[in-house]
């Protein structure tokens, strides 16, 4: 409530003491549809994300060919000691301490990594045919409706045109029974 009472207030201040608030001024953009079509197919959100898919697909494959990194783990540490212990090695580890390292690395054949590259590209292969689907719906339904917008601007112009001789015949029947030669009736 606060924030909208302080973006509101300087409006407020300037038309109390009569000072005018200018509204913003709308420019018309005028495009064929082939620029419209361009400009949605480039600025399209869901069309990006699909892009993104692909290039992630892309990405995976080129995972699926390289070695999986290695993983070390120490454990099963024993650490216990004495002062006395301590003191003969230089304090950094005692005489009884115990611990262990591991090193593990899987290795895959080379039969088991190309089935993964080519469950990978397959993968790849379906993301873009899901990017070309969508491209085509998306294109077909904004055809549509850029079409239907230019049809009914289209439409509006003929109405506006009929409005305007209807108009001008109403004028001419007002005058006509204003000289008494029709009724009326034949105006209303």
């Given at each position: 409530?606060?924030?909208?009472?302080?973006?509101?207030?300087?409006?407020?201040?300037?038309?109390?003491?009569?000072?005018?608030?200018?509204?913003?001024?709308?420019?018309i953009?005028?495009?064929?549809?082939?620029?419209?079509?361009?400009?949605?197919?480039?600025?399209?959100?869901?069309?990006?994300?699909?892009?993104m898919?692909?290039?992630?697909?892309?990405?995976?494959?080129?995972?699926?060919k390289?070695?999986?990194?290695?993983?070390?783990?120490?454990?099963?540490?024993?650490?216990?000691?004495?002062a006395?212990?301590r003191?003969?090695?230089?304090?950094?580890?005692?005489?009884?301490?115990?611990?262990?390292?591991?090193?593990?690395?899987?290795?895959?054949?080379?039969?088991?990594?190309?089935?993964?590259?080519?469950?990978?590209?397959?993968?790849?292969?379906?993301?873009?045919?899901?990017?070309?689907?969508?491209?085509?719906?998306?294109?077909?339904?904004?055809?549509?409706?850029?079409y239907?917008?230019?049809?009914l601007?289209?439409?509006k112009?003929?109405?506006?045109?009929?409005?305007?001789?209807?108009?001008?015949?109403?004028?001419?029947?007002?005058?006509?029974?204003?000289?008494?030669?029709?009724?009326?009736?034949?105006?209303?």
């Amino acid at each position: 409530m606060r924030k909208l009472l302080l973006s509101t207030l300087p409006c407020l201040i300037l038309t109390f003491f009569g000072l005018p608030v200018f509204a913003q001024e709308f420019q018309i953009l005028k495009y064929t549809p082939v620029e419209i079509e361009a400009l949605f197919l480039k600025q399209n959100l869901q069309l990006l994300a699909e892009k993104m898919n692909i290039t992630l697909a892309e990405a995976e494959i080129a995972q699926s060919k390289l070695w999986d990194n290695p993983q070390l783990s120490i454990g099963s540490m024993n650490l216990w000691s004495t002062a006395k212990q301590r003191e003969e090695l230089g304090g950094a580890f005692p005489r009884n301490t115990q611990f262990s390292i591991e090193l593990s690395q899987l290795i895959l054949t080379a039969n088991k990594r190309n089935k993964l590259i080519n469950s990978q590209k397959v993968s790849r292969e379906i993301t873009v045919l899901n990017f070309e689907d969508v491209l085509r719906g998306l294109k077909a339904e904004f055809r549509k409706l850029i079409y239907e917008t230019e049809y009914l601007q289209s439409y509006k112009d003929v109405l506006s045109v009929q409005q305007e001789s209807l108009e001008l015949l109403i004028s001419a029947y007002k005058r006509q029974a204003e000289l008494n030669n029709i009724a009326k009736n034949e105006l209303l």
